[in-house]
């Protein structure tokens, strides 16, 4: 079992920044990879970003060159750098690895 918990969401506005985190715990051992999705009201949940055990990073289309996922191993926490965020970059942001979420935290980007 892994449990993960995000952190780090709030009120934001157009241009602002904001840095989410996921922390990990439980058989932490498994996680070979962190991932973050989100989901916009009414919207399906869109995958953002993926960090594997390597250090490898990739990003969807829509966050490339503002967003940037990091990991720290030690803390087994992962991290959302969000940066120039948009209103369309509000939604709920989920952590996941494997078959396990967190709950999510809320961003809201608005003016």
């Known amino acids: 079992q892994v449990q993960l918990v995000e952190s780090g969401g709030g009120l934001v506005q157009p241009g602002g920044s904001l840095r989410l985190s996921c922390a990990a715990s439980?058989?932490?051992?498994?996680?070979?990879?962190m991932a973050w999705y989100r989901q916009a009201p009414g919207k399906e949940r869109e995958w953002v970003a993926t960090?594997?055990?390597?250090?490898?990073?990739i990003y969807a289309d829509s966050v490339k060159g503002r967003f940037t996922i990091t990991r720290d191993n030690a803390k087994n926490t992962s991290y959302l750098q969000m940066l120039s965020l948009r209103p369309e970059d509000t939604a709920a942001y989920y952590c996941?690895?494997?078959?396990?979420w967190g709950k999510g935290t809320l961003v809201t980007v608005s003016s």
């Open positions: 996941q690895t494997s078959h396990y």
């Open positions: 960090i594997t055990s390597a250090g490898v990073t």
């Open positions: 439980g058989s932490i051992f498994s996680i070979n990879y």
